[in-house]
């Protein structure tokens, strides 16, 4: 199977385009910031184009919000386009996935929730899972890992981290942090940040029994 990672689009629909036409895939997972409450003035028209342009191919698709994205307006949508996986759990073939939006930041952008509802989310979701094949989609990467780097200081998730520390994810997949783009392993669980879709920056994940992951760019 053939899993295309993205995130951080901030709108950019077009950039989008040109990726999905490029590769060939089974499965789209977004981690977050699909659209840009403070860039653009109608938010739910351009989060509308996102959402439209990852979907037109109905294949299995699945997105939680990020910082950026208003997390009612934004889930509501991808309830209605069947793809939200904040706070919820979704199946695909062998494995189950878990999603949860939103990140921290200095500057008070529109979803960023606290560390004790992060955690407290997780857990539930956690508990609900049966499967030993496991993806978590979450927009703020875990903290002290290589891909939650800003200016030379580590600014991910505290309960991001708690969560891969205490229980087995195959994968997850993050995003937020720009100018992280990377691969890293934090108690066996495989950390991915594709790097932001504005950029031309995404990531492919091959299942064969494994999790191959290639960083990949326009």
């Given at each position: 199977m053939r899993i295309l990672l993205v995130t951080d689009i901030h709108g950019d629909h077009e950039k989008l385009a040109e990726i999905l036409e490029k590769e060939t895939y089974d499965a789209?997972?977004?981690?977050?910031?699909l659209s840009d409450a403070e860039k653009y003035?109608?938010?739910?028209?351009?989060?509308?184009?996102?959402?439209?342009?990852?979907?037109?191919?109905?294949?299995?698709?699945?997105?939680?919000?990020g910082n950026m994205d208003p997390e009612r307006e934004c889930v509501e949508t991808l309830r209605q386009h069947r793809i939200n996986l904040h706070r919820?759990?979704?199946?695909?073939?062998?494995?189950?996935l878990v999603g949860y939006g939103g990140g921290i930041t200095p500057f008070g952008t529109p979803f960023e929730p606290e560390g004790d509802d992060i955690k407290t989310?997780?857990?539930?979701?956690?508990?609900?899972?049966?499967?030993?094949?496991?993806?978590?989609?979450?927009h703020q990467p875990p903290k002290d890992t290589e891909v939650d780097i800003a200016d030379d200081q580590h600014v991910g998730s505290e309960a991001v981290r708690d969560l891969f520390t205490n229980s087995e994810f195959d994968l997850a997949v993050t995003g937020h942090i720009h100018e992280s783009r990377g691969i890293d392993s934090l108690e066996g669980t495989k950390v991915v940040n594709p790097g932001p879709v504005m950029q031309g920056f995404y990531a492919v994940l091959e299942t064969n029994g494994d999790t191959d992951i290639e960083l990949k760019s326009l």
């Open positions: 789209i997972l977004c981690a977050g910031d003035d109608n938010y739910n028209k351009n989060l509308e184009n996102v959402v439209e342009e990852m979907d037109r191919e109905e294949k299995f698709v699945k997105a939680v919000p919820e759990i979704s199946s695909l073939k062998e494995y189950e989310a997780l857990e539930t979701l956690q508990n609900r899972m049966k499967s030993d094949k496991r993806i978590a989609l979450i």
